[in-house]
């Protein structure tokens, strides 16, 4: 039973809004001329045709051939390699004509001498069959072959018949006249809109930076947590400039054969060259741009580096003059390999941090704008709510508010449905099916009372906003959901203290009230500890080890994401740093059971008020309080 706080992120992709241009048909989707169409059904009717004219014959065996030899009735005859065809004597009483037959031969190396003793004309005719292995040797076999390609090219798409050009690029090429997406679809990030209006400029005007000289950076990376806009600011310098936009996922550069990602990026650059000025953008960089090194494989270059390596010298060699801008993004540059972020390639890299409360508004703006809302929202309040949310959180609770309307019938969307979609963004969804016994419950309405009456009486607490005892999400038996009421990027001491005193409600709130304590504080304790932790160890607020930082934390440099910790002291100090945050966790302990004794006679009463109503907001919990204090 956590404290929930609203300063996170989700991982979620900037909504592809491009429209992109028709693939180009390959051969064997493409409609076969009329001349093919025509050759093939010609050969057709001619072998048929050839077949049905041949006079009709009676297929007799060989010895009724004999039979007709001896007896004199055979007039004249064929020989072929596979048989035998001649006319008869005798009268055919249905057609009055001789009759015709046919039969497959013996070898007999008499049968010359005997047709000239009963006086047979006869001939040896060599058989041709041009147009039957023609057609059924070539003409049927390739056209069932290709037909099947064909068909089985549709099915599977590009990927499927990719063997037959895989060097070619993946890029999905949008043309200047398609670009609708501008800096007025782009809000909350307007430094990086300031930094990105320079590449615009250049894009519009080239020769108002080259009269005097100078040229515009290769490159331009943009840096960010996920959802935060990055993919969108590539596409509105695209759609401010007016030029056509190269679209690729870094991803895309690699396959399992060697040298197919060094060849799509030189048929990636060509193609620039030929539509400059364009612009590339190549998304998620740090697929194919990670720091090299490791095990030597294939002499020194697996694929991924081959792939680096030809863009590399692909930035290094294009000329600035042509007008061709390549844009990347990626929210891990701390991966990146230093060759790519030198001077000359990616000259600039572009901050898209997360949005104030001025560009959250902005930003709720923009995603409710198509969206039916009732006279009552007030999206500054639902600015204010959603602190540490990115463009991609706020766009998922303006449609999850839309869905929520549209599930209850109303006619338009109310606050109310913006309040559910945000907890439900934070917290998860509520589990109806899942119902706590009347001991649990009993137990979780303490444990969150604890967290919201230390909130609402440590000095620095963040007022409450709402407090709920109802399962949501993975394991979230209740939660306390703290606003804060103005924008902060520092944190005392004092304020530290307070965040783990507010941690440590629950767990002493049980200890209290039951004798006992319960599995629901683990996530409460893991946070309170991390945060001890970081007190001593970075941010030198221990008084006996001073203003000194402990262990070398491999992090982003610009996202501040931990990616493990070298241990830089020795085994002596580490037992004094668990000492230390021992002793923060234990005189925060202390100072909150004590609170808890003092004001025993609110706990009550909060946890008597949510259980019985399981969801109480910051007015209700305000109420309370004020009423036992006066």
Same mark, same amino acid.
């Given at each position: 039973?956590?404290?929930?706080?609203?300063?996170?992120?989700?991982?979620?992709?900037?909504?592809?809004?491009?429209?992109?241009?028709?693939?180009?048909?390959?051969?064997?989707?493409?409609?076969?001329?009329?001349?093919?169409?025509?050759?093939?059904?010609?050969?057709?009717?001619?072998?048929?045709?050839?077949?049905?004219?041949?006079?009709?014959?009676?297929?007799?065996?060989?010895?009724?051939?004999?039979?007709?030899?001896?007896?004199?009735?055979?007039?004249?005859?064929?020989?072929?390699?596979?048989?035998?065809?001649?006319?008869?004597?005798?009268?055919?009483?249905?057609?009055?004509?001789?009759?015709?037959?046919?039969?497959?031969?013996?070898?007999?190396?008499?049968?010359?001498?005997?047709?000239?003793?009963?006086?047979?004309?006869?001939?040896?005719?060599?058989?041709?069959?041009?147009?039957?292995?023609?057609?059924?040797?070539?003409?049927?076999?390739?056209?069932?072959?290709?037909?099947?390609?064909?068909?089985?090219?549709?099915?599977?798409?590009?990927?499927?018949?990719?063997?037959?050009?895989?060097?070619?690029?993946?890029?999905?090429?949008?043309?200047?006249?398609?670009?609708?997406?501008?800096?007025?679809?782009?809000?909350?990030?307007?430094?990086?809109?300031?930094?990105?209006?320079?590449?615009?400029?250049?894009?519009?005007?080239?020769?108002?930076?080259?009269?005097?000289?100078?040229?515009?950076?290769? +490159?331009? =990376?943009?840096?960010?947590?996920?959802? /935060?806009?990055?993919?969108? *600011? @590539? #596409?509105? &310098?695209?759609? $401010?400039?007016?030029?056509?936009?190269?679209?690729?996922?870094?991803?895309?550069?690699?396959?399992?054969?060697?040298?197919?990602?060094?060849?799509?990026?030189?048929?990636?650059?060509?193609?620039?060259?030929?539509?400059?000025?364009?612009?590339?953008?190549?998304?998620?960089?740090?697929?194919?741009?990670?720091?090299?090194?490791?095990?030597?494989?294939?002499?020194?270059?697996?694929?991924?580096?081959?792939?680096?390596?030809?863009?590399?010298?692909?930035?290094?060699?294009?000329?600035?003059?042509?007008?061709?801008?390549?844009?990347?993004?990626?929210?891990?540059?701390?991966?990146?390999?230093?060759?790519?972020?030198?001077?000359?390639?990616?000259?600039?890299?572009?901050?898209?941090?997360?949005?104030?409360?001025? +560009?959250? =508004?902005?930003?709720?703006?923009?995603? /409710?704008?198509?969206?039916? *809302? @009732? #006279?009552? &929202?007030?999206? $500054?309040?639902?600015?204010?709510?959603?602190?540490?949310?990115?463009?991609?959180?706020?766009?998922?609770?303006?449609?999850?508010?839309?869905?929520?309307?549209?599930?209850?019938?109303?006619?338009?969307?109310?606050?109310?449905?913006?309040?559910?979609?945000?907890?439900?963004?934070?917290?998860?969804?509520?589990?109806?099916?899942?119902?706590?016994?009347?001991?649990?419950?009993?137990?979780?309405?303490?444990?969150?009372?604890?967290?919201?009456?230390?909130?609402?009486?440590?000095?620095?607490?963040?007022?409450?906003?709402?407090?709920?005892?109802?399962?949501?999400?993975?394991?979230?038996?209740?939660?306390?959901?703290?606003?804060?009421?103005?924008?902060?990027?520092?944190?005392?001491?004092?304020?530290?203290?307070?965040?783990?005193?507010?941690?440590?409600?629950?767990?002493?709130?049980?200890?209290?009230?039951?004798?006992? &304590?319960?599995?629901?504080?683990?996530?409460?304790?893991?946070?309170?500890?991390?945060?001890?932790?970081?007190?001593?160890?970075?941010?030198?607020?221990?008084?006996?080890?001073?203003?000194?930082?402990?262990?070398?934390?491999?992090?982003?440099?610009?996202?501040?994401?931990?990616?493990?910790?070298?241990?830089?002291?020795?085994?002596?100090?580490?037992?004094?740093?668990?000492?230390?945050?021992?002793?923060?966790?234990?005189?925060?302990?202390?100072?909150?059971?004590?609170?808890?004794?003092?004001?025993?006679?609110?706990?009550?009463?909060?946890?008597?008020?949510?259980?019985?109503?399981?969801?109480?907001?910051?007015?209700?919990?305000?109420?309370?309080?004020?009423?036992?204090?006066?």
């Amino acid at each position: 039973m956590p404290v929930k706080k609203t300063n996170f992120q989700i991982n979620q992709k900037e909504p592809d809004i491009h429209v992109n241009e028709p693939p180009e048909r390959k051969f064997w989707q493409k409609q076969v001329p009329f001349n093919i169409w025509y050759f093939i059904v010609m050969m057709i009717f001619l072998y048929f045709f050839q077949t049905t004219m041949q006079v009709k014959r009676e297929q007799i065996p060989y010895s009724q051939f004999q039979n007709y030899l001896a007896a004199d009735q055979i007039a004249e005859c064929v020989i072929r390699e596979k048989s035998i065809v001649g006319t008869l004597k005798q009268i055919d009483n249905k057609t009055g004509k001789p009759g015709h037959f046919i039969t497959v031969p013996l070898y007999n190396a008499d049968l010359a001498k005997e047709l000239e003793k009963h006086g047979v004309k006869y001939s040896v005719a060599i058989e041709s069959h041009f147009l039957s292995n023609l057609l059924f040797a070539w003409i049927i076999p390739f056209a069932v072959i290709f037909l099947l390609w064909g068909y089985l090219g549709r099915k599977m798409g590009s990927a499927g018949m990719n063997f037959l050009n895989i060097g070619k690029n993946k890029a999905r090429i949008h043309a200047e006249t398609e670009q609708k997406v501008t800096f007025k679809d782009a809000a909350g990030v307007d430094e990086a809109k300031q930094e990105l209006g320079e590449v615009i400029e250049f894009l519009r005007n080239p020769e108002h930076f080259q009269r005097l000289g100078g040229h515009m950076p290769r +490159g331009v =990376l943009l840096v960010g947590s996920p959802g /935060t806009g990055k993919t969108l *600011l @590539a #596409r509105a &310098v695209s759609g $401010e400039a007016g030029v056509p936009f190269f679209n690729i996922s870094g991803s895309d550069f690699i396959e399992m054969f060697v040298g197919v990602g060094a060849a799509r990026v030189r048929d990636l650059f060509e193609q620039a060259r030929a539509k400059a000025p364009c612009i590339i953008f190549i998304d998620e960089l740090d697929a194919i741009g990670r720091q090299r090194g490791g095990p030597m494989v294939m002499g020194g270059h697996d694929e991924r580096e081959q792939t680096l390596n030809q863009l590399l010298v692909e930035m290094d060699g294009f000329d600035t003059s042509k007008g061709v801008v390549v844009l990347s993004a990626t929210n891990r540059p701390e991966i990146l390999d230093k060759a790519l972020l030198r001077p000359g390639r990616f000259d600039r890299q572009i901050v898209v941090d997360k949005p104030d409360l001025k +560009g959250r =508004l902005e930003i709720l703006k923009i995603h /409710t704008v198509e969206l039916k *809302l @009732a #006279r009552n &929202v007030d999206l $500054e309040i639902i600015a204010r709510r959603t602190p540490g949310f990115v463009g991609a959180d706020l766009a998922n609770v303006a449609n999850e508010a839309a869905i929520l309307a549209a599930r209850t019938n109303r006619e338009a969307i109310a606050t109310e449905d913006f309040e559910t979609a945000i907890d439900r963004v934070i917290a998860g969804p509520e589990k109806k099916s899942s119902t706590l016994s009347p001991e649990e419950k009993h137990r979780v309405a303490y444990h969150e009372s604890g967290h919201t009456l230390i909130a609402e009486l440590v000095p620095t607490g963040e007022p409450v906003h709402k407090v709920s005892i109802i399962p949501r999400g993975i394991g979230a038996l209740g939660y306390t959901l703290q606003v804060p009421e103005k924008e902060k990027f520092l944190a005392t001491k004092n304020e530290l203290l307070d965040q783990v005193a507010i941690l440590l409600g629950g767990r002493v709130a049980e200890e209290i009230v039951f004798g006992d &304590v319960s599995t629901g504080a683990q996530n409460d304790l893991e946070r309170s500890s991390e945060l001890a932790r970081n007190m001593v160890c970075s941010y030198g607020m221990s008084e006996k080890l001073g203003a000194l930082t402990f262990g070398k934390k491999h992090a982003s440099l610009f996202l501040g994401t931990d990616y493990g910790e070298e241990k830089n002291y020795s085994e002596d100090t580490a037992r004094k740093i668990d000492a230390e945050v021992k002793t923060v966790i234990e005189t925060s302990y202390k100072r909150v059971r004590s609170i808890l004794n003092e004001n025993r006679h609110i706990l009550d009463d909060l946890a008597a008020r949510l259980e019985e109503k399981e969801v109480l907001s910051g007015e209700e919990v305000e109420e309370i309080i004020k009423k036992h204090k006066n």
